[in-house]
């Protein structure tokens, strides 16, 4: 059912190519080749052995030689701090949304919350046209000229003034992008943030420009984002240190390295995010040759499960003890303006969810909602909180307790995981990195989780007790995978209007066998 980890984390896979008949030197802005071509030469090769030791790492762990914490080094034990910048000191709320719906841009920055990213990312399909878009709206974004028509009210809305702190979430490492370079590929990661800087002009920003480094799995490749941020601010004669950014903690290897990562950044970091749905993924992914490892149904992990528990009270710990800010996870659960019950029930999970994380001293957290800004924001102290220590800090937690004891394993659940990763490939089909489905917001993290899970209880059939609605363990065998797939095909396809164009039926076809081969193949690094 699964595939060896070298051709599970193989990075030469990943790569999205520009749509022809796309010419660089017509389409991209007059003068970006000449500027991105030495950066390309010097970055892309460092990009893909990076990638390349990912692969040994997750191979490694697979073979049993698990991430473990390391003695500090020097570096890590002479006292060094990160001094905040005023602008940044209030990241109660991030608001985070695809980079190419221009309605949602605008919604986000005119939503109250104190950051917004734009995510070119996880929540953006990772094709050529809708990553051209999103460079667009972040750029009119930071202009803050960036409008769209409410057909509603009937009138055109645009961005408000005020104090938010705008970041732009690149591709990470592990992608590549074709088209460019005739016969080549290059680091998407360094094509976005390229494009972006060299769209801005840094004279019209009410801030430094400032990214959000996703998807990292070392220390090691801190070091790359801050030659290439530095190498940008030389390149336009800024000061070295004026690129800013946050990262994201969301694959396993690197919740043992967050204090070197920092260090390693510290010219340009501002804070730390625990990147949960992602993190639980790396977990399940760094972890699926182990049976006692197989996951219950998603939604019955409890919040402060002990693999996220241990995570969120060890960064802030680290963070504030280096002057940065720890920013907190996203909460799936949606609210819903027409459905007042799914609306209380949503509101008042994230109450729950955002007070843990500041009883944890997290500085804030993400939302994806604008109706969710207030009650996030709600539950931090402003601006942050920087100056609170845990009483007795363990240095070394264990990051890797199994979940034992927790939620349910079910058939019932397995079928969820089934059918939702069918219904969000449709929607990646037909445009859509994001979508709404039986009131949780899943994005490529989220369908990540769940291809994993289902492996899980194929590969340990015989360990995992999955259960049926008669209380009978059921042995998850590929033939019992495939057959929910059709399952939940045919269920799909009667559940489509009477009028739906054929090309729709073609689409969830199509989501359905990519899903599954997906699973079979192996493919869950996140792409």
């Known amino acids: 059912m699964t595939a060896t980890a070298s051709e599970i984390g193989n990075p030469v896979n990943r790569v999205s190519t520009a749509a022809k008949p796309f010419d660089p030197t017509r389409d991209l802005p007059a003068g970006f080749l000449d500027f991105f071509l030495p950066l390309h030469d010097i970055f892309t090769p460092w990009q893909r052995k990076l990638a390349y030791q990912r692969m040994e790492v997750l191979e490694a762990s697979l073979e049993g030689e698990k991430p473990a914490h390391s003695f500090p080094s020097d570096t890590v034990r002479n006292g060094w701090r990160i001094e905040l910048p005023e602008w940044c000191q209030d990241q109660r709320n991030q608001m985070t949304g695809p980079a190419d719906d221009a309605d949602l841009c605008v919604k986000m920055l005119n939503s109250g919350a104190p950051g917004v990213m734009l995510d070119l990312e996880d929540s953006c399909v990772n094709e050529w046209e809708h990553h051209a878009n999103g460079v667009q709206n972040i750029l009119a974004c930071l202009r803050g000229d960036l409008t769209y028509y409410d057909k509603k009210r009937e009138r055109s809305v645009a961005i408000k003034p005020s104090s938010t702190v705008i970041f732009t979430r690149p591709r990470g490492l592990h992608m590549s992008q074709a088209g460019l370079v005739?016969?080549?590929?290059?680091?998407?990661s360094l094509f976005d943030v390229a494009r972006v800087f060299y769209g801005v002009d840094p004279a019209e920003l009410k801030h430094p420009l400032s990214f959000y480094i996703p998807k990292s799995e070392s220390?090691?490749?801190?070091?790359?984002?801050?030659?290439?941020?530095?190498?940008?601010?030389?390149?336009?004669?800024?000061?070295?240190?004026?690129?800013?950014?946050?990262?994201l903690v969301e694959s396993h290897p690197l919740a043992f390295q967050m204090e070197e990562f920092a260090y390693n950044l510290r010219d340009h970091l501002l804070g730390l995010d625990l990147g949960r749905w992602d993190y639980m993924a790396s977990l399940i992914h760094f972890n699926l040759e182990d049976p006692s490892w197989v996951l219950p149904d998603r939604n019955t992990i409890p919040h402060n499960v002990p693999f996220f528990q241990n995570l969120r009270e060890l960064m802030p710990e680290i963070c504030h003890r280096r002057g940065i800010l720890a920013i907190?996870?996203?909460?799936?659960?949606?609210?819903?303006?027409?459905?007042p019950e799914?609306?209380?029930?949503?509101?008042?999970?994230?109450e729950q969810d955002k007070k843990n994380e500041a009883d944890c001293l997290m500085d804030g957290a993400w939302t994806g909602h604008p109706d969710q800004n207030a009650i996030a924001v709600a539950q931090f102290p402003y601006p942050n909180q920087l100056l609170s220590r845990p009483k007795n800090p363990g240095r070394y937690p264990n990051l890797r307790p199994a979940p034992a004891g927790i939620g349910a394993r079910t058939v019932n659940g397995t079928r969820a995981a089934v059918r939702t990763v069918i219904r969000y490939r449709h929607g990646v089909l037909g445009g859509k990195g994001a979508s709404l489905l039986d009131g949780y917001m899943e994005d490529l993290a989220t369908d990540r989780i769940y291809r994993l899970m289902i492996a899980q209880r194929v590969l340990h059939r015989d360990f995992a007790g999955v259960i049926d609605d008669q209380g009978q363990s059921l042995k998850h065998t590929p033939e019992f995978i495939t057959g929910l797939f059709d399952e939940e095909l045919n269920r799909l396809l009667r559940e489509l209007p009477s009028d739906s164009a054929s090309e729709e039926a073609d689409r969830f076809r199509r989501a359905r066998e990519l899903s599954e081969a997906m699973i079979v193949n192996g493919e869950f690094n996140p792409i």
């Open 182 to 188: 005739p016969s080549e590929v290059v680091s998407a």
């Open 342 to 350: 799914l609306n209380a029930r949503a509101l008042a999970v994230l």
């Open 328 to 339: 907190g996870g996203m909460t799936a659960l949606y609210p819903s303006r027409e459905d």
């Open 219 to 247: 220390a090691e490749e801190a070091l790359w984002w801050r030659d290439l941020f530095q190498a940008l601010a030389k390149l336009r004669g800024l000061p070295q240190d004026y690129v800013k950014c946050m990262a």
